[in-house]
């Protein structure tokens, strides 16, 4: 059924305290939910769910809310909930009246709401967070259509994939599978694969290098023979074929895939990650997803918002990514994009519209052109937040479905610490200028008096 309407509490209970009544006004968090036009998710999440059928959804507010402080913290599912329980702040911000006791939901909650709301419509949570820095003062909308897009790779958090680990891990499933579902094995190759695994980690970085390869071979025999021994025993199954068939098709992957192919599996249970190799001396190789991002470009009052956030899978071509990234970016700002700077990776792009300008280029007749061109590099640092502050590094998000979910929600959580900062150093200076204020009113009565 469509999301429970928020709880009407009785005009007074003399028992409790309104949480508004209790906290302090000037809260960053207290102000930023009286920014954020909350029935505008209402009206777009509550869509999805259907009208007469099972139990009533959770308040839009509440999982929109949670999402939303859990990314700004860079905390797990499990974290942002134990943080809702103990703090009054992120209670009110997700549409509490009074002090919660008891936790409304389930950690996997979440999960089954992410995996409800396509990533076109989670947009719109990134989409309010730019609304919210405009009602504020910490943007000027003019500002979006000057934008600055470069793409990173958004990691997965898997253990560095190597043949032997690989088909250890398969090994174990397999044998899993068989005494999940009462099946008998010739035998289970676990000792001998788990044996395999080390010596190859012994030997493969040494003068034994072929020797390791040989244990591999064994290793993929071992999982050959544990494959094939399933498939007799499952025939004319069809319901442990129909659930046999996900743990099947991935292995098969690995056995079948060579040294030079292209599309490789490198985790079992996230085959959709890909090795995106970018060059660098401490990390050759990422594994993940390649995700592009947009930010104003000229200096704002509080700072570099991102504007556009995407997930790229199939490893395409920077240039060929420019297109869908500034179309998102007009279509969650209502602006039109009239510049875009980009660097090397992006050359032969192909646009006509917007102008678009790669870093490097020379002969630059405006001032103002040349001061954005330089400013382009400060994208740099906004990756490198939503990677240490946020959770663009090493998420667990499943699929190609949590890859772009991932990415828009830690593009939302950066703009959400941005505006928690701006409000916070905002309500500072206005105290300054309230106590400058008074200092030069009671010097000037002071002069007055001696007068």
């Not at 098709?249 to 079948?256: C, D, N, S, Y």
């Not at 052109?369 to 939503?386: D, N, Q, T, Y």
């Amino acid at each position: 059924m469509r999301p429970k309407p928020p709880r009407k509490p009785p005009a007074e209970d003399m028992f409790r305290s309104r949480l508004d009544s209790i906290l302090d006004d000037r809260h960053e968090l207290v102000r930023l939910a009286k920014l954020i036009d909350w029935d505008r998710f209402d009206a777009v999440f509550g869509a999805l769910f259907v009208e007469t059928r099972g139990r009533p959804g959770l308040p839009t507010r509440l999982m929109a809310g949670l999402h939303l402080l859990q990314h700004a913290k860079g905390l797990s599912d499990e974290g942002v909930c134990a943080a809702w329980l103990e703090n009054p702040y992120f209670q009110y911000f997700c549409g509490e009246t009074y002090f919660q006791h008891r936790l409304p939901l389930d950690r996997s909650s979440m999960t089954r709401w992410r995996g409800r709301i396509s990533k076109e419509k989670l947009e719109l949570l990134l989409a309010e967070t730019l609304a919210a820095a405009g009602r504020a003062g910490a943007v000027n909308p003019a500002r979006f259509e000057r934008v600055t897009i470069d793409s990173t790779a958004q990691t997965k958090a898997i253990a560095h994939p190597t043949d032997s680990a690989l088909l250890l891990r398969a090994v174990e499933w397999l044998n899993r599978f068989a005494r999940q579902n009462g099946l008998g094995l010739r035998q289970s190759f676990v000792r001998l694969a788990a044996r395999a695994r080390r010596e190859v980690a012994r030997l493969i970085h040494t003068r034994g290098h072929k020797q390791a390869l040989r244990e591999i071979r064994r290793m993929r025999t071992y999982v050959g023979r544990l494959l094939r021994d399933i498939g007799r025993k499952i025939v004319g199954k069809p319901d442990l074929e129909a659930a046999f068939a996900p743990i099947a098709e991935p292995i098969v992957r690995l056995l079948g895939q060579k040294a030079n192919d292209s599309h490789k599996i490198y985790a079992l249970h996230a085959p959709e990650v890909e090795c995106i190799a970018k060059g660098k001396a401490r990390t050759r190789y990422e594994f993940g997803v390649k995700a592009s991002f947009a930010v104003i470009n000229a200096k704002s009052k509080g700072g570099q918002f991102v504007v556009g956030a995407h997930a790229c899978p199939g490893l395409p071509y920077d240039g060929h990514t420019l297109k869908a990234q500034i179309a998102q970016v007009e279509r969650l700002t209502g602006a039109t994009v009239k510049r875009a700077y980009v660097d090397k990776g992006y050359r032969g792009h192909g646009l006509s519209a917007p102008d678009v300008y790669i870093s490097g280029t020379r002969g630059l007749a405006s001032l103002t052109l040349k001061r954005e061109l330089r400013r382009r590099s400060a994208i740099e640092p906004v990756i490198g937040h939503m990677k240490a502050d946020g959770k663009l590094e090493r998420h667990w998000l499943k699929g190609v479905h949590g890859d772009a979910t991932n990415v828009i929600l830690a593009a939302a959580g950066h703009n959400i610490r941005l505006l928690l900062a701006w409000l916070r150093t905002f309500y500072v200076q206005i105290l300054a200028a309230f106590a400058r204020l008074a200092e030069a009113s009671a010097f000037s009565a002071g002069v007055s008096a001696a007068v």
